[in-house]
Each structure stands twice: as C-alpha cells, then as structure tokens.
C-alpha cells in the first residue's frame, strides 16, 4: 500500500512569508516574449505523445483513446489519452480507498509542502505550462499567463489556508474540559473539471481535495485531457504518494456516472455546464445499495454575466471592460459579460465606441499572440453560429457575425455585438459562451438593476458609475456572487475575489476563498474531561 511519506528535492517557498498573488507576464518585453516563443518551440517537439491512465501509482493503457486536438489547427494533436471505462471506477475507487488510508493521517504541514512544493515546479516552469494551454485551449499568452498564475495562487493559498484550518480550535474551552474542533477529511471525491480553465481549475479542486487529507479520482474534460496530465506528472515529482490522486480521461456519459453513482464516492467538484451541473446533483443525491453518507457536490456552473454602465460613467472605462470582459479567451470564461446594459443618454455613442474597439482586435493562431483564438471545437463554434442567426432576429448586428476562415481549418469566430436587444430574447437569457455581446438599452438605473437580476444565473456582475448611492443599492440588490464596481467582470484574484456563484451558477462554492476547504472536511468536536472532579454539562 502507498505511504503517505513525501519524497522530493523541492525546496518550496516557506508559508509564513503569508500569501501573495502571483504577478502578471509582461510580454510587451523583448526578452520575456523570447523565452515564451521558445517555450512554444519546445512544447511543440512534445505534441502528440501518448500520455497513460495513472491508477494507485501504475500506468494503465486502454484500447479507446481520448485524441485532444490544438483548436487552432485540428489537424495537430495534442496528446494521445487513454480512454477510462466504466469498467475503471471500481479500480480507481479501489485504490483512493487505499490511498485514503495513509494520506489521511499525512499532517497538514506535510500535504501542505506537497502543494507549495508544486507551486514552486510550476513558476520555474511557467512559460512551458503557458504553451500547452495555448496550444490545447487555445490561450493567447496573456490569457494562458493568467490561467498559470492563478494554478499557482491556487496552490500557494489553499496550503496555508489548510495550516489554518489544522489550527482551528473551539470558540471557548469549557471549565474542567479540553475541547478540539478538527476538520477532517471526507474521504474519496469525483474531481470533474472544465476544459475553460484546465489548469488552474481542475488543479484548484483538486489541490483543495487532496491538501485536506482526501483523495482524488480525476477525470479532466476530454478537451483538455493533457493539461492535467502535465499537473499530475507535477505532483508526482513533489512527491504525492501513488493512488492519492487518479488521473482517469473518460467520457462523462460513462466513466463520469459511474464515479458519480458509486456508492464509496462521498463528493463531487464539478465546474461545467448547468445541464451537466443539475444532473450531476441529482445522481448525488440517490443513495446507492451500500452508501453510508450524503454526497456533497461542490458545483459551479456558469452564467449569463452583465455589465450595467451609468450615464455618469467614465465612457472609456466601461468601453475597455465590456469588450475585455466579452471577448477575453473569445468569451469561453462562465464569468465573461454577455449582456451590456446600457442607459439611454450613451447608449449610442456606447454602441459606436464598442464597435470602433472591437474593429481593433485580432483573431488568429494564439501561438502568434493576438487578441483572440479559436474557440474549443467545431460542435461550440456552429452552436455559437446558430445563436448569432438568432441574434439577427432579435437585434442589430453591429460588428462580427461571421466565422473566420483560415487554411488549417481553424475553430475562429468574430468578435460579435449585437444592440437593440430585448432583455427577454434568448439572445439575453442563454449561455452562448462564446464570443457574443448583446446590448440592451434601459431608460434608468433601477430598471438596469432589474435587467441584470433578471437570468437565471448569478455568478458575475460589473456596475460603472460614479453614484455612491447607486453603489450601495448594487452592494445589496444586484444579485450575483461577485459584483465588480468600476472594472470589468472577469479575471476575479485568488485571495481577494472569492470565486462562486449563486441562483443557476451552482453552490456558491467561493474558491480562492476562506471557506473553500471547508467544503472538502467535516467539522469532528472532541472533549476530554480533566481531572477527577465532574463538570456540568448540557445536552
């Protein structure tokens, strides 16, 4: 059976610096925009190799194969994966179980170097893990920078959040007794993660499971099968004992079930789709023959994201937010703004400067870093094309609407704006996730607030105003689970924006957050009597 004994020359950064948010690339720089074009070139030698189910610590092969493919160029193949079948839930859960035995009882301290131990693999190597994301996903270097540097923030914030959490005591000590409070484990968690952001997500759910005793069945989107390996051959070389995590591609319709409906599985971390999400959630909650506990689901999934800007707003401000917001990552962010609400004294002029910013921005290969990829594949571009045929039903295409036609058949879609939107289409009310913007006119703040209140997610918002009472009526009325005042809707900070949603978005989970890892433990009071002498107690 594997030990819980770590075993790594790693040298992480000590936890009682406190945290700190990785910083930005700048790649405006001559010398950095070298060392990532040379980390382009050395992922590049790497494609296409063939990567192992890795079960209880051994590498597995199957007969059906996950082929992930660079968006940009189909043609090109990223990584060759095994493809886990139902018939390996069993074998995975088999050996977390055992894993569970020993990693359970690891001391804090110690699972808490393993993630600052990754941490530290990962900054050294930055610009090779900026690459994979830009040709697996489809990442322009200051977006892959951002989905790296947060993997790290993720991994350097939840080992000393699990340090706190190991300190945790009870709010008083009761007279005669010694009283713990001990947060302990659940057991052996589903890790199902997007394909949006496959490395600091999937890593997130999963540094967050396992830094708090758990361990890990990982089953990573089939889209992005090879970021994850990369992270777990990253974890390997910190030092995590075999079987703590399991890393199993497979199809959702089947591996995935059966994850989710084995009886031994005690939660679920899944960021996806709502369909997905609910599904999920409903499986969860059937007890199966011989389950003993309640699954937990930990969900987060999606939304239908708005920016409400004021007619007293710095004009140039919310322009810059609303198209970041929109078209960073070519929309495929759950927190991107697809709606602008707009009051009518700009309203005009908003639209024209939207549409004279989006003209600037470039599509292309993200290996050449331009403004905007591909989208992932070819079923979410032509789902995005039959919503801008939509669109052109119910409302005034302004500036993109087209596919962008390239000569190794890339998944390429232009930046798209529609205006005169009603807030009811379905332009207004459905998660396109892609690059989209609908923009809707209101003739007053409060039936802006309204407008944006009026979907059935809640995840994220942005307010530009100079009011300060229209701010305070935001704080408490717009209803979302992180609302931004005076800055764009996405690129939420470990840390400083804990990350989740409310309503449709999912549970609220607020990872990068205080309360994450309390979602991955149950809360054990222990009192020992001291002394001889009884004390009074109290049912």
Known sequence: MATATLTTSIQPRSPQGGFQNEPF?????????????????????????????????????????????????????VGVHQKAGAEHAGQAMDAALRAFQSWSRASAADRASLLLGAAEIIRERKFEFCAWLTYEVGKNWAEADADVGETIDFLEFYAREALRLASATTPIQYLGERNELLYIPLGVGAVIPPWNFPFAIMAGMTAASIVTGNTVILKPSSDSPTIAAKFV?????????????????????????????????????FTGSKAVGLDIHEQAAKARPGQIWIKRTILEMGGKDSILVCADADLDAAVEGVVNSAFGFSGQK???????????????????????????????????????????????????????????????????????????????????????????????????????????????????????????????????????????????????????????????????????GFNMSGTDSKAGGPDYLYLFTQAKSVAEKLGSNPSPTRI
């Open 25 to 77: 690339t700048n790649f405006k720089s001559p010398e950095i925009a070298r060392k990532m074009r040379a980390a382009l070139d050395l992922v590049a030698g790497q494609l296409g190799r063939e990567y192992d189910l890795i079960i209880g610590g051994e590498r597995l092969k199957t007969e059906g194969k996950i082929r992930s493919v660079n968006p940009a160029r189909p043609a090109q193949i």
């Open 233 to 269: 051959e990253v974890l390997e070389e910190a030092g995590l004992p075999g079987g703590v995590v399991n890393f199993c591609p497979g199809s959702g319709a089947t591996f995935g079930n059966a994850i989710v409906e084995h009886p031994k599985t005690r939660f679920i971390a």
């Open 334 to 500: 759950c927190s991107a703004c697809s709606r602008a609400i707009i009051e009518a004294p700009i309203y005009d002029i908003f639209v024209e400067r939207v549409r004279e910013k989006v003209a600037q921005w470039t599509v292309g290969d993200p290996a050449e870093n331009p403004s905007m990829g591909p989208v992932i594949n070819k079923a979410a571009l032509d789902s995005m094309l039959g919503y801008i045929e939509t669109g052109k039903k119910e409302g005034r295409l302004v500036a993109g609407g087209k596919a962008v036609e390239t000569k190794d058949g890339g998944y390429f879609l232009e930046p798209t704006v529609f205006a005169d939107v009603a807030p009811d289409a379905a332009l207004a009310q459905e998660e396109v996730f892609g690059p989209v913007l609908a923009i809707i006119k209101v003739d007053s703040f409060e039936e802006g607030l309204k407008v944006a209140n009026n979907t059935e997610y809640g995840l994220t918002g942005s307010l530009y105003t100079g009011d300060r009472n229209r701010l305070d009526q935001a704080r408490t009325d717009f209803h979302v689970g992180n609302l931004y005042f005076n800055r764009k809707c996405t690129g939420a900070m470990v840390g400083a924006h804990p990350f989740g």
